[in-house]
C-alpha cells in the first residue's frame, strides 16, 4: 500500500514562495506519474502540475511560469516550488497519480496567501 504525505504548506504574503514536499513511501513505490493537485473551496479537486512521459514538467495555465515541480530520488519524494504565489493559489495541495488508478489520498497542505 502506498503512502503520500505532503507537507511544506503555510500562510506567505503574496509574492512570496514555499516549497511542498510529497514523500511516497511503502511497497514497490515509485515517483513515477506523480503529480500536484490543489482544491479550493466549493470546487473540484485540480491537477496543476504533472510531468509528461517523457518527463517534461506540464502545468495548468493558471501557474505556469510561476510552479516548478521535481523529483527527489534521495527522498522519494516530488516536490512543489511555488514562487510569486497569488491569493489565488489558496488551496490545500495534495499530490498523487495523474492518471489511472489513484492510491489513497493523503491529508494534504493547506497553502494560504494573504493579499
Known amino acids: 500500500q502506498v503512502q503520500l504525505v505532503e507537507s511544506g504548506g503555510g500562510l506567505v504574503q503574496a509574492g512570496g514562495s514555499l516549497r511542498l514536499s510529497c514523500e511516497v513511501s511503502?511497497?514497490?513505490?515509485?515517483?513515477?506519474?506523480i503529480g500536484w493537485y490543489r482544491q479550493i473551496p466549493q470546487r473540484s479537486r485540480e491537477l496543476v502540475a504533472r510531468?509528461?512521459?517523457?518527463?517534461?514538467?506540464i502545468f495548468v495555465d493558471d501557474v505556469r511560469g510561476r510552479f516548478a515541480i521535481f523529483k527527489d530520488n534521495t527522498k522519494n519524494s516530488v516536490d512543489l516550488q511555488m514562487d510569486n504565489l497569488k491569493p489565488e493559489d489558496t488551496a490545500v495541495y495534495f499530490c498523487?497519480?495523474?492518471?489511472?488508478?489513484?492510491?489513497?489520498w493523503g491529508r494534504g497542505t493547506q497553502v494560504t496567501v494573504s493579499s
Open positions: 498523487n497519480r495523474d492518471s489511472g488508478r489513484l492510491y489513497a
Open positions: 511503502g511497497s514497490m513505490t515509485s515517483l513515477e506519474g
Open positions: 510531468f509528461s512521459i517523457l518527463g517534461d514538467p
